[in-house]
């Protein structure tokens, strides 16, 4: 997979990891398939879910913290399905022209933060990309047009 901007073809019966997360956190957007692997998964660590939330607390407080100190821009590398408080809502309460760059390699995720971000979109994008391939998402132009080189 390249840090290409198509939307490639979407399956929804094979888990993702994305949608598994979603499914841990008590979100709606998963389908049966990351459900059922999900479950699965919470039988051998049962506190998965516990887990997923202390990590989703954490990066409030990280991005948080890193706006409190002066940091305008964000790429959110593996952003998974949209959570709230996402990134871009955490940032702009500190510095309101944050920028943030949103990169994950699940199409569904990708297809889901473009959707909720089409009224919002000033300052935000979201890219399909795959961190394996570090060259193809900073060289893409969406990110380019926000960052900072």
């Known amino acids: 997979m390249s840090g290409d901007d198509s939307s490639p073809d979407i399956d929804v019966t094979t888990p993702s990891p994305a949608r598994m997360y979603d499914y841990y956190l008590g979100g709606k957007d998963n389908f049966p398939a990351d459900r059922e692997a999900a479950e699965k998964a919470l039988s051998v660590v049962q506190q998965g879910r516990a887990v997923a939330w202390a990590n989703r607390r954490f990066l409030v407080r990280a991005v948080r913290y890193l706006a409190r100190n002066g940091i305008r821009q ?64 900073a060289t893409n132009d969406a990110l380019r047009n926000l960052q900072d080189s």
Not at 79 to 105: C, K, L, M
Not at 111 to 122: D, E, G, Q
């Open 74 to 137: 964000f790429i959110d590398l593996g952003t998974g399905i949209p959570t709230s408080p996402n990134v871009h809502e955490v940032a702009r309460s500190i510095t309101p022209d944050a920028r943030v760059v949103y990169v994950d390699n699940d199409p569904v995720v990708t297809l889901h933060n473009r959707a909720l971000l089409a009224n919002n979109n000033t300052g935000i994008a979201a890219l399909h990309g795959d961190i394996r391939y570090p060259l193809d998402i």
